[in-house]
């Protein structure tokens, strides 16, 4: 009841995008919504790496899914499928495993979980002003990102790019300015700037791959709906 709840919550949050849905020039698909774990997927989940408990994969690794690139929520959708969401990156020991993944694959980007809080539900939050410092958040656990433009605690060094469309810093909604797209969804590009591996906030509707982590909510969830179930 709690999963459905909160489910139900992310999922309104998510579809209700004024911002985006308005103004995104293409793949404008109205009613989308997030998907449930189907339980068969969860137990044969693909397991290529593990960090503190969680498994992941990248879906340029798994040969079904390997040429896929999605939109963001296609992302999260295709990953919540196997108990998983996209990944969020809350230390810098989990950030330096997913760079140099894409380092040594030669990997070109890929989506995280990261999103910025511009949807209903966010407005009236003087906490997440200005919204490009503050707004920041991970999907997959809801958990708040440190300000943009600081260092995180606990880490040695900014992951946000120091440049990119306009040579400004990230995230520095460049899209915007061309068409009108919010900059809404954070993708980790591997030197499109010549700014080595960093983040950089991206338009959602951009087709990249993704890495897949566990979500412990839809983990337990499949988990207490189907006793027995080896995940
Ligand atoms: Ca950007």
Redesign the pocket.
């Known amino acids: 009841m709690k999963l459905a709840c909160a489910a139900l919550c992310v999922v309104i949050a998510v579809v209700a995008t004024p911002v985006l849905s308005q103004n995104r020039p293409v793949s404008n698909r109205p009613g989308r919504f997030l998907s449930l774990p189907n339980p068969q997927k969860c137990a044969s989940r693909p397991k290529q790496f593990s960090y503190r408990g969680h498994n992941y994969f990248f879906t340029g690794h798994v040969p079904a899914l390997a040429n896929k690139k999605m939109d963001w929520l296609d992302g999260r959708n295709l990953c919540r499928e196997y108990c998983m969401d996209l990944v969020s990156l809350e230390t810098q020991e989990e950030n330096n495993m997913i760079f140099r993944l894409i380092q040594q694959n030669d990997v070109p980007y890929i989506w995280t979980s990261g999103r910025l809080c511009d949807f209903k539900g966010c407005e009236n939050r003087p906490d997440l002003e200005p919204k490009n410092i503050f707004g920041w958040f991970w999907s997959a656990n809801r958990e708040k990102m440190a300000p943009t433009n600081q260092t995180p605690a606990g880490w040695g060094y900014n992951p946000w ?1 120091s440049t ?3 040579k400004q810093k ?6 915007f300015d061309i068409n009108g797209t919010s ?1 809404s969804c954070l993708s980790i590009l591997n030197n499109v700037y010549n700014d080595g591996i960093a983040w ?3 338009a959602c509707y951009h087709e990249k791959p993704v890495v897949c982590e566990d979500s412990d909510e839809l983990l337990n969830y499949v988990r207490g709906t189907n006793p027995g179930l080896r995940l």
């Open positions: 790019s990119g469309h306009k990230q995230p520095d909604n460049a899209e900059e950089h906030d991206v």
